[in-house]
């Protein structure tokens, strides 16, 4: 049983990994957005599609929010598949693995925080300096990171 959890425990770690990658990449082409083009009208390269500047925003936020949430499952899942391997050497050999999520907890939070901070940036130009808009948007669309920080900060390595 302690090999099975194992496995769910790497796979879920890898998982949080791809998703905080995927989400700081989000964040950057906000960013990007934000610094680069007018939002009137924007043009996908390849697709040869054309929309509004608010519609990309809107599904760009979306995203963030939804990894934001798979982030936190996935994180539930490492912490209740390192609780129930019953074995101290496993648990102390799996919390080795390396990763962003097996690391101290100081590394932990500060990675699961950099997708919220590269956003706060990204708005903060958007919305050209404008300190309260900016902090709304970004507390309302980093919920989902702040559980998976509360997740990770409750795991003991």
């Not at 919220?116 to 958007?126: G, P």
Request: hydrophobic share 50%.
């Amino acid at each position: 049983m302690d090999s099975i959890l194992s496995n769910n425990f790497i796979e879920a770690v890898k998982s949080c990994q791809k998703t905080i990658f995927l989400a700081s990449i989000v964040s950057i082409t906000l960013f990007s957005l934000a610094i680069a083009i007018d939002f009137e009208n924007i043009n996908v390269p390849g697709l040869g599609v054309k929309f509004g500047g608010k519609a990309a925003l809107g599904m760009l936020f979306t995203v963030f929010i939804s990894l934001g949430a798979y982030l936190t499952i996935q994180l539930s899942r490492v912490k209740s598949n390192l609780d129930s391997i019953s074995c101290t050497n496993i648990k102390e050999s799996l919390l080795k693995y390396p990763s962003v999520v097996c690391g101290h907890i100081t590394l932990r939070i500060v990675f699961i925080a950099l997708p919220s901070t590269l956003l706060f940036i990204a708005m903060y130009t958007a919305f050209k300096g404008e300190i309260l808009l900016t902090c709304f948007f970004v507390t309302l669309c980093s919920v989902p990171y702040f559980f998976a920080a509360s997740v990770a900060f409750s795991t003991k390595t």
